[in-house]
Structure formats: C-alpha cells, structure tokens
C-alpha cells in the first residue's frame, strides 16, 4: 500500500521533505499544502530582491537551472501534488486526519495520512504595534510583502524608510533600501546593540560604525510605540518613547515566533522556547507527525539548551532528515551550532557557538580575545583586516564561540564554519591553536587567524596576556585613568601623540630596549596595530619589572573602528 | 641557570620555535643560525614575488606593520640572538655540542646547547639532472632563486620558459611567469596528470585545462632527460625522451627533500619517508632534539602513515608547539590532514584527506562523487560554478578526502577547510549530511554543497544513484558506446543533439512523464547541468522499468571543463 504522507507549509523544509520521500519511496503518495499562493521559494533572498541584487520574484521562485518551482514542476518532476491556499485547519491525531480549508473556494475536507509533517515556519512578531496594519508597513515574512516593499521604493515612492529591529534582517533590509534606492533610512533597535542574539556588543559596534559610514542612521535603546499615519494614504512616521521619526515606509523586522497554533491545538508538545518540540529523527510527540523548520526548537550543540533558530538553511536540513526517515531510512538531525552570517554593505559578519552573554546565561565562565590580523597573507596586494572574537570557557578551556568580521565575505564566513563544524563535539582550545587550514599567500596568511586566535586565547587563560578590551580602553582613557604606550612605529602613533600628548606615549617597539627610562610610571595601556606587539611589550617590560600594564585588545586595528571620532584624521 | 638553545634554520619553524620560547621564558639564551643570508621570509611568496604581486624582495621578508625581519628586530624585538651565514656541521649528542662554521670568515666553532632544534628544511630534487647548473636554471628553494628569476625576467631576457614539475610550485611559477611576463611558458610533468600528490586526475583535468586556456602549454607523461645551453651564455632549452623545447629559462619545480644529513649523522632516526621522525612534543629520538618544518615527517590523520608535508604554514605550528615545550609547557602537534590549496590563474583550488589513489594505497575501498553548484545563491550575481569531489570509505562510511575548485579562492578554501578540520578525528558521511555552515546568499547556497555532496555520495553507497564518471563516459561515448538522455531544456540541449545526432537525445526533465514512450532503448547515459537532475530522472526511470541508466556525475558542467572541444560552441 502507497504511503499517504500530507506535509504541511511548501516553502523550505516541506518541500525538501516532499521531494526526499518521493526520490527514495517513488510509490509514496505526497500532498503538500500552503495557504499562500507563492510556494518553494527562497525567502533569504528577499532584501536582495529589494535591493536589486534580484531583478524579478521569479529568480526566488527558480531553481538553478531556470525552472519555476511552482505546481507543474512538482508534479511533472517531483512526483508530488501541491495544492496552494489551502489552509490546515485542525489535526486529528487519533484517526489520524487533518482538517484543510481551500482559501478560493472556501470549502473544508478531511484528509487522512499515515505520516504528517508540519512544516509550518514562523510569523513575524508585530505584537500589538498600534500602525502595523498602516499601507507602506510591512513584515519581511513572505513574497507579498517583498514584492509590496519594492513597488514602493521602485515607484520612487519612498525619500525615508525606518526599519524596526538591528536583527540580520533588518541590518539586510536597511542595506537593501540605501545602497540601491538611496533611501534615508533609519534603523531602530530597542537593545544596546544591534545583532545582540548573535554578536557581542564590541563586534557589533564595528558593523554599527560601518552602517552609519554607509549613511544608515541607528538608533539603539529605543522602542517603537507606534506606527503613525493615514488609512487611506499610508505611513507617515514611527514614535519612539523619545523621538517622533518621519518615513514614508516602515519594516518590521522585529524577528519571528514559530507558527504552533496547528500542532499546538492538536495536542503536540511544546517546548521551553514555545516551539514544537521534536527528538532527532525530527518526530514530534506524535510519532507519525513530524516537524522541521522554523515552527521547532532544536538542540544547540554547545549550551545543550533548546533554541528557536528560524533558518532557511536549516530548514531544509530538516527536511531531508524528515524525508529520509518517513520513506524508510534513518537519519538524524543533532542540533544546531547557530551559525549565522550575514553581509553588511561592504563588510561581512560571522558567527557560531554562543556570544559571551549567552555563555554566561548558560553558567559558563566565558573569557575571550579579540585579534585583528590581515585575512591572507600580508604581502599579497588584495589583503584586508579580518577581526575575529574567540571565546572559550576559562575552567574547561571548551571553545565557546567564535564571531568574525571582514570585508571578504566567503573568508569571513570561512572561519566561522570551519570553528563551528568543531563545536558539534566539545572541542578544546588548544585544537584550535595547532588546526591546520589551507595555505596559500593569496587566501591565507602563513600563521592562520584561527590559530592565532586561539593562541591569544591561550595566553590570556595562562596569564602570561594581561589584556583590556577597547570599550574599557576608551572609558579609561577618555576620563583620564588611561595612558598609552604605543608601541609603533612614530609616523604611525605621532598623530595620536600630537592629539593627545602626554597620555599617549610612543617608543617604537624594537627602541624600547634602549628607552626604558623613557617609559612613564603607573599603569600603562599597550597598543600597536593589532595587538601582538604591544602583548611582547607586555611581556617584555614584565621582565624589565614594569608590572602595571595592560594590553589593547586588537590595538589601534579595534580601536579606529570602534570609536571613528577617537583617532586622529588620517594624512 | 639560562637555558642555552641553539636552533638550526632561520626560516619559519626555527624562528617561530625562538620567538616562542622567548616569550614563554624571557631569561633562555636563543641563537639562531642559518647558514644563508636572508633569514626569517615567507618562501610561499616566491611566486608572487616574480609574478609582481609582491613588489620588491623586502615585501618578503617584512612583518604585517613593514618591519624588516632581520638581525636586528630578532635582536631588539625578540631578545633573539640571529648568526646568519653560519653552518652547522655536526652535532655531538652526548656532550650537546654543535660544531658550526662562519661561511664567510671560515672559521669553525663549537657551540654547547641544553635543547637543540633542527629547522633545517628541504632541499630542491634536482637529481643528477645535466644541464641544471646552467645559467638561466632555477629551483625555487630561496630567495637567491627567487631574485635571479624575476631579475631575468623583469630584464626582459626571458621569451619562453620551461617549468619542470607539475606540483603546486610549478603551476604557480607557471602562473607568475605567464601572467605579469608574458612569458611563453611550457608546464613538463612526468606523471600522467598535474598535482598527482593533491588531486584526482578529474579535477586535474579541469585545473590543466583552466591553464591550457591561459596559454600555458602543458606536457604530460614526459621526463625532462637534459637541460641544454652554454655555460657561459646560459640555457637554451630541454629536452625530453620526445622533443626538444626551446627556452631562455628553465624552473625546476620538482619537488623538494627533507633535509636530514646532519640529523642522519648525528644518529637521529629518519623515518620511512626519509624525513626526521618526531613524536607529537616535536622530540627527535634524542629528547635534547626537537625538529619541525620541512625536514621532519608527520602523522597523516586519515592514514595514520608517516608522510613528508614540506608547508610553511605547517612549520609554524611545528615552531610553537617547540617552543612551548622547551620553555618548559607542554603542546602537541597531532598530524596534518594533508591540506593544500592554491591559486591557478582566475581559478583556486584545494583539498584535504586523501585522494582515491591514495585511499586504495592505504587500503580503504574510496567511493567518491562529484558535484557542481553555485558557490553561493544560484540567484545572487556574483555566484560562480564550484566543483567539489567528495571521498569516503565504502565499509566503514567514514569520510576520506574532499577536493574543491572554483573562482572565488576563498570560498573554495573554506570548503576543504570545513572537511579538513573534521578529518582530524574519523568522522562518518552522515556528519557532513547535515551539517550547518553559516548561510546568507551573497555568500552560500541554501543547500551548502557540502551537504550536498554527502547527499549524492550516500545515494551512490546506498545504491540509489549509480553514477559514472565523465571521464568513463567520453571515452565509451567517442567510441559511439554510450547514448545520451539530455533532461537539460531544448535551448541548451539543442546545440549538442545537433552535433552528435541520434547519440545524443533530449526530453526536458519536466515533460518525461508524458514522453516515456519517445526514451531510446538499451543503456543511457543521463546527462543534465551538473547532476540532480539527471538523478531524479534515473529513480524515475527506474520506477517506470528502465534500469540500464547511469548518472553523468556532474553532468555538462564536468563535460564542459574536462574536454571543451567536446561541447558545441556557446551561442
């Protein structure tokens, strides 16, 4: 007898399920139902359809070879039945039956199955926003909205855009609506940072610092109370409990919470995250219903605790693992090291494991280096400053996290994945310190960032590194409880002595030998470019006796891009 | 008491094992000896040092803020003592003592050492090649080579070159001297394919065709019995068992040999690859020994056997871990997974594990595949074609080897990083199935081709994909004993169906179903873009009785590269 298997949601993980059970069980009978009319298509891609990157909605519709994934296609090449708008209604576990609704025709009917999938995905989290239903306010959940955002700003209708929420998609969609459309545009964050689920506040700060170099107005600490304007002519403003802020375009990218309702109403477990609970066979706690994509939580590996991690990439692990395990065959997902990634005007970010904040939350005892360093090998002409944040738990010496920032993209991400396929399994620091990475002067420097990193890391934890982060750094000094020696050469520190005199001292690093006497009593902040010299200095004056000193995590490399206004103006 | 240590080789291992431990124990007492007069530069470089990249010799040798490397910032900067130009001649283990001779004062002297280390590195393989003494006859194993080069270059003395090995040095001289120079190159290589040690011949195959596109000429299968010319006016030319080749130049690029006669003589055991044997401290069987970099041999992590991996990057880790165990902390160095990756004209490649060749030396039973995809979102612009091969063990299921090509170097390195970090503990095909790697689509595809590449390696081991290799299907396909099915569409179908008539038909994937009747008999090989396609079309072949299919793995995006006179010129 063919298998019934009915698969719920048609956009990542439903499909890739479908499309599995049907290439390995080829007498399985598939029916894959979506409310809305736009299927399989690649909701990631939505700011860079914005943006321009994309010229049409159908290159997030097509496969690589140009071929619309729409109902057609399904059936002609995939063997499945998908049936648009229609809606899942109720699940009858016991009898096994799900309720559907078709949207056009408005006409309920009851379809068995001998294995259910919900594939449901998340919502946008708008809460009771007063304004969100306004014409020109829109989530970024779906083509709709991506396609009424882009009719706005490609009819020229849109001078000013604020966006609600510094989370990855509205860092994307912030950059979408400048770098194409020269939109004014201002992005509002209720927390002290902008990407704070996944990066700590001084990496964050630097992709800050670059969006507002690229003309994006941020502002952090604010909530948006209400969205203002007319029903009949659309958005005019957002009010903050501060400022009032005119746009004639709002996105609400406040992130998204998993669509349980279905599976909840049907009796499906939940679980601490409020998403649908599922074992690593993606089984909910019906065996014969499974569930994958954004309506789960999932294990994260390096904490052990349940998180929500709404991902298309995901998603679709998800649903081979699902496919798999209905047509048959075993396979299991583990969890997730939430790596995330994300390009940001002329920058990229990346990241897996847990920031130090979550590595706290989690009863760690997080300590961490920041190293600064070129991305290949510092002699090739296209090299660029890498920023890398390595993060391990001082009493285990567990890698905890690492977050990564640069200007080339693939070799941002590059570091973060390779640190990240590790964390599936506890991994030590010191595997970091001896990891062998491909090398060749045009994408590598000969001593890898990794392993640098995790050296800084090492020395820190061993005490031979005494180290200061730049936001301390800069409240220090700026109040003057800091005072640097700056270990450059003196064409590079002048313009910080000249703007600061006294309290930025600079003896280049190989005259030190011979200046000790130059060198001022009392603590003293170490800085060089990046960070390795001034740690030799450290260890160097520790010899000579000058106990008192502290260096500047990733040097001038971190501090230049932390606070722009801080360093002289470059001759 | 100081400790005395005396380091033999100023280049990577040595000079990162003297930093080291200076930093570790400030009060040890370092000499560094090398026998030649450039110390402390980064050999990989040489390359882009002749081909312009690298302006002058001194971008070489300088650290990441433009600091000379020499004496003197060993001196004030390390607190390490450097003698250059001296040599080391034997060393009496058990009064530890060296003998070492001034080159230039000739003068011998005898040094005595607590901890000794050999850097000592490898020697060019030139064999008794005649005629490799000429001038205008260059290894690439210096400086002093690479000066010579660019300055015969640069002097524009050099029309045509031959390059003599087809390893990573020589396709990157090859690089260089084409590139910038213009330089009509021929690349000569014994074996039957290019990177024999790195690489399976199909990817090879794309890399040589990728160089044959770039003029430069490639000899396979040929051995380069005498070089030819005067000794006064320099080379003319080589000469093979078949032809003679003029040239104004000649790079031999054969690859290079541990250096081990004053480790040999000393009584140090060498290894079953001639190399020095260390243990995982760096420890030679004297423990008052350490070595690192190119003169010792290491443990490959997928093998377990003992291999020579001369690397510079490689070397450095050698170089701390030394140094931390002769400051008295304790570090190891596991094994290398035989990483390797470098830059061929607008192309890069890279790998880690063990090829299939290896793999059966080894004895494993390798089963591989090949993919092509988008390197990011097939939708985003600047996604470029990536091919990856893919290795694992049939028994124990357990991952072998990875290869990778592509244009976006980093990308592509990144990739082989990924796998090449998991090999270093065994780990099973299923873990590269579903593993999460950091997606955004300006950067990565929704389904990662890593993942995607464990996909198509399990439907092979499970027997749902039976696949043949390009190279298997054009040579039976030349031999009018191969039948194409084309599921691609009729646009880019038709070109081939017109070249080769009834061996080569098209039915688009999508109107299969209602064309079964029109799909010839006997054996067919399906053949669609890169490979799912055709895939999903033998299951459903299968399922509708037509067993005798094979997958094309790769399909026209292997096709293309391999052989581009076989496709039909792009319109």
Same mark, same amino acid.
């Given at each position: 007898m063919a298998q019934q298997v009915i698969i719920v949601g048609a956009v990542a993980a439903g499909t890739k399920a479908a499309c599995r059970i049907k290439r390995m069980d080829p007498s399985a009978n598939i029916t894959l139902i979506d409310r809305d009319s736009y299927i399989s298509y690649a909701g990631c891609g939505i700011p860079y359809f914005v943006g321009g990157d994309v010229a049409d909605l159908e290159g997030l519709q097509a496969t690589f070879a140009h071929v619309i994934r729409d109902c057609g296609y399904f059936k002609n090449v995939k063997g499945v039945n998908v049936r648009p708008r229609v809606e899942a209604v109720s699940i009858d576990c016991k009898s096994k039956q799900l309720l559907v609704r078709n949207l056009a025709e408005r006409i309920e009917e009851t379809l068995c199955y001998d294995k259910l999938v919900l594939a449901v995905g998340s919502v946008p989290m708008i809460f009771d926003l007063p304004g969100a239903d306004l014409p020109g306010v829109f989530p970024v959940g779906n083509l709709h909205h991506a396609k009424g955002i882009k009719e706005r700003v490609s009819k020229g209708m849109v001078e000013s855009a604020v966006v609600i929420g510094g989370g990855a998609k509205g860092l994307e969609m912030a950059e979408a609506l #400048? *770098?194409?459309w020269g939109v004014e545009t201002t992005l509002i964050e209720m927390r002290d940072? %902008? +990407?704070h689920s996944a990066f700590g506040d001084d990496m964050a700060l630097l992709i800050q610092n670059h969006l507002q170099e690229k003309d994006v107005r941020v502002i952090l600490s604010e909530r948006v109370i209400r969205i203002v304007g007319d029903s009949e002519t659309g958005v005019e403003g957002v009010e903050t409990e501060n400022q009032k802020i005119s746009c004639d375009l709002v996105i !609400?990218?406040?992130? #998204?919470?998993? /669509? &349980? =309702? %279905?599976?909840k109403n049907a009796g499906l477990d939940l679980g601490e995250t409020g998403a649908i609970v599922v074992n690593e066979l993606m089984q909910t706690s019906d065996p014969d219903i499974y569930a994958g994509g954004d309506c789960v939580e999932m294990t994260h590996l390096v904490s052990r605790r349940k998180i929500h991690m709404p991902m298309g990439s995901l998603a679709n692990l998800h649903g081979r693992v699902i496919g798999t395990n209905i047509a048959g065959g075993r396979d299991r997902f583990p969890g997730t090291v939430a790596s995330c990634c994300l390009k940001v005007f002329d920058m990229a970010v990346a990241r897996a494991g847990l920031t130090v904040k979550q590595s706290e939350i989690e009863g760690f005892d997080p300590v961490f280096t920041i190293v600064v360093q070129s991305d290949r090998a510092h002699f090739y002409p296209t090299q660029e400053l890498m920023w890398m944040k390595l993060i391990a738990d001082k009493? =285990?010496?567990k890698v905890l996290g690492i977050e990564v920032m640069g200007s080339q993209g693939d070799a941002v991400k590059a570091r973060a994945d390779v640190v990240g396929a590790l964390l599936y399994n506890q991994v030590d620091l010191s595997v970091l310190s001896s990891l062998e990475v491909g090398h060749t002067p045009p994408f590598a420097a000969s001593l890898e960032i990794i392993n640098n990193a995790a050296n800084s890391l090492e /020395? !820190? +934890? $061993?005490?031979?590194? *005494? =180290? !200061?982060? &730049?936001? $301390?750094? %800069?409240?220090?000094?700026k109040k003057g409880k800091a005072r640097v020696l700056d270990v450059r050469s003196t064409v590079q520190a002048g313009p910080f002595v000249e703007k600061y005199g006294d309290q930025w001292v600079n003896i280049p690093q190989e005259e030190l030998p011979n200046r000790l006497s130059e060198i001022p009593a009392g603590t003293l902040s170490l800085v060089c470019g990046s960070g390795p010299r001034s740690y030799e200095t450290q260890l160097f004056l520790r010899e000579k006796g000058y106990k008192e000193t502290k260096n500047v995590q990733g040097g001038i490399g971190m501090i230049k891009y932390s606070d722009p206004d801080f360093s002289p103006p470059e001759h």
């Open positions: #400048t *770098d194409l940072q %902008l +990407l !609400i990218a406040t992130g #998204t919470m998993p /669509n &349980v =309702s %279905l599976g009493r =285990s010496r /020395n !820190i +934890l $061993e005490g031979r590194q *005494d =180290s !200061i982060t &730049v936001k $301390e750094f %800069l409240e220090l000094f």
